[in-house]
């Protein structure tokens, strides 16, 4: 057994899109209509054909509360695994991306937390 899809909800799917892609450097995989969403994924470009994150809409009322007091608390939704958390997080800023948390060590792991633009936090980790 393995780990195939993880999602995440999104507020909205184009903004998500372009989020994931253009600014964290993931490759979109499946782009398919669903009527008035899509069955939208994103993957690393160093594992094409690895874990996809589908990118869900936020349309189920159970979504905004859960997301939201996530939030409130601080907490990431996700963590997404980099070399170097110092230099992605200088790479991230310099394209204007909020951070709630910065480059922190934590015994073996520096993590650091950014705000997605769709609704969630995402954790940076490095070991």
Same mark, same amino acid.
């Given at each position: 057994?393995?780990?195939?899809?993880?999602?995440?909800h999104?507020?909205?799917?184009?903004?998500?899109?372009?989020?994931? +892609?253009?600014?964290?450097?993931?490759?979109?995989?499946?782009?398919?209509?669903?009527?008035?969403?899509?069955?939208? /994924?994103?993957?690393?470009?160093?594992?094409p054909?690895?874990?996809?994150?589908?990118?869900?809409?936020?349309?189920?009322? %159970? !979504?905004?509360?859960?997301?939201d007091?996530?939030?409130?608390?601080?907490?990431?939704? +996700?963590?997404?695994?980099?070399?170097?958390?110092?230099?992605?997080?200088d790479?991230?800023?310099?394209?204007?991306?909020?951070? /709630?948390?910065?480059? /922190? %060590?934590?015994?073996? !792991?520096?993590?650091?937390?950014?705000?997605?633009?769709?609704?969630?936090?995402?954790?940076?980790?490095?070991?």
């Open positions: 057994m393995r780990i195939n899809l993880a999602s995440i999104v507020d909205d799917q184009e903004k998500a899109l372009r989020f994931y +892609t253009d600014v964290l450097g993931f490759v979109k995989k499946n782009d398919v209509p669903l009527g008035e969403h899509r069955w939208l /994924t994103v993957v690393s470009p160093e594992e054909d690895g874990v996809e994150l589908v990118l869900e809409p936020s349309d189920h009322p %159970a !979504v905004d509360p859960y997301k007091a996530l939030v409130a608390d601080g907490i990431p939704v +996700t963590s997404f695994a980099v070399a170097d958390v110092q230099a992605e997080y790479r991230l800023r310099s394209l204007g991306v909020t951070f /709630t948390q910065e480059p /922190t %060590a934590m015994g073996p !792991v520096t993590t650091a937390v950014l705000d997605d633009t769709c609704g969630n936090l995402i954790q940076i980790a490095a070991m």
